[in-house]
């Protein structure tokens, strides 16, 4: 009764701008899945975020607007919808945007599966028949079982319910990465990814400062403006939705104003502005037809139309090995200038939470140092001799 009185009045006090969120925003298996963005008002559909061209659950539209104290404690597992428990996990167990989504989208899954999850009455019984299922006969691998064991969790907070002793299996410590060599990077870097030339070379600058850069693809770059790039000073600032939004500044030198290479600088002054329109507002990577992209558009950009063309050159390619590279590449290069791997140099670089991350590339990095001993950075972008146009 708590909870619907709490449902009630926060249903009411917000229904000028979004409706019932139970009513607008479907969840669980009995409604449509709908996206967030239906119950934006009008006003909301104008902000210029990134969040608002997602096609996926978001939840920031309005929490300006909420207030703590009118949004229920606890949820009733019954009457909510996966929007409620997408703001309760925001408001009350503070997970970032990014986790939320990610989870949700699995939270999906797992209901929707042949041995499904009944987010609406969820018992230890029926989660424990889908994991073993998926575990014993689809051989889902640990990583899978343990997003899907994060996810139930945090519908169980949300619901207030005791968490269950279930343990997922153990990720292996260490996995060798299988990662391009240098000269291969290059050669990927100059393919011919599309008939279309702005978007040919839309691709090649997108992988050059992938690899370089080695950000998260493709949240970090989705969000990059032409005011993160200060070429004058020689840097550039790099959003991280991952981290709430925190932000870091590199100073990728070999690719900020250099006329012969991919630099931000050729990108900003040349191609950028042959499809600048209205709709463009200040972000870096612009669509042909002025539009900028969303996560969604710029990682399926890739996968759909460079991934086969690279896979000629690197079988094993997929769209995070660029940051694999350069996690190896510039701890190659902190062995060449200090004689020993300087992993704390590349954790800033690669904007890790947690120096465990960055030492994880430290074997890696040892096995290619021996079989390429020289700076991986600078071979990639080693200059042909007509130029790189």
């Not at 607007?65 to 309760?88: C, E, G, M, Q, Y």
């Not at 400062?209 to 004058?232: A, L, Q």
């Not at 969303?294 to 950009?301: G, K, T």
């Not at 090995?321 to 590449?329: D, N």
């Amino acid at each position: 009764m708590k909870f619907e009185h709490q449902n009630q009045i926060y249903n009411s006090k917000y229904s000028d701008s979004t409706n019932s969120l139970n009513d607008v925003l479907d969840g669980g298996r009995n409604k449509e899945w709908k996206i967030i963005n239906k119950i934006i008002s009008q006003r909301s559909k104008e902000l210029t975020s990134p969040i608002f061209r997602e096609k996926k659950v978001k939840i920031n539209y309005d929490l300006k607007k909420i207030k703590r104290t009118d949004f229920p404690i606890i949820l009733d597992p019954k009457t909510a919808s996966f929007n409620d428990v997408a703001i309760h996990c925001y408001l009350r167990q503070r997970l970032s945007q990014n986790t939320i989504e990610k989870r949700l989208s699995t939270a999906r899954f797992m209901e929707t599966h042949p041995q499904p999850v009944d987010f609406r009455n969820p018992t230890y019984e029926n989660f424990m028949a889908h994991m073993d299922y998926r575990e014993q006969i689809e051989n889902t691998g640990p990583c899978a079982l343990q997003n899907e064991w994060k996810t139930m969790r945090m519908f169980l907070k949300a619901y207030g319910l005791k968490l269950w002793t279930y343990k997922p299996p153990s990720t292996p410590i260490y996995r060798v990465r299988v990662m391009p060599f240098p000269d291969q990077v290059y050669k990927i870097l100059n393919l011919t990814y599309s008939k279309d030339s702005y978007e040919n070379v839309l691709i090649q600058y997108l992988l050059t400062h992938n690899f370089i850069i080695g950000w998260r693809f493709p949240s970090e770059p989705t969000e990059m403006k032409t005011t993160d790039v200060h070429v004058e000073r020689g840097y550039i600032t790099i959003t991280e939705p991952k981290k709430h939004s925190s932000t870091r500044n590199l100073s990728p030198e070999e690719i900020m104003s250099n006329r012969r290479r991919k630099s931000f600088k050729n990108w900003v002054d040349a191609w950028r502005p042959k499809v600048e329109n209205q709709h463009s507002k200040d972000y870096l990577y612009l669509r042909s037809d002025g539009h900028p992209y969303s996560r969604d558009q710029l990682r399926q950009l890739l996968n759909r139309k460079a991934k086969p063309v690279i896979q000629t050159v690197f079988p094993e390619y997929y769209n995070y090995c660029s940051r694999h590279f350069a996690a190896v590449s510039r701890l190659i290069r902190t062995k060449l200038q200090y004689k020993a791997f300087d992993e704390y140099e590349v954790r800033d670089w690669l904007g890790h939470t947690k120096i465990e991350t960055t030492m994880g590339y430290i074997k890696d990095a040892k096995h290619y140092y021996l079989l390429a001993p020289y700076d991986w950075v600078h071979r990639v972008l080693k200059a042909p001799s007509n130029g790189w146009g």
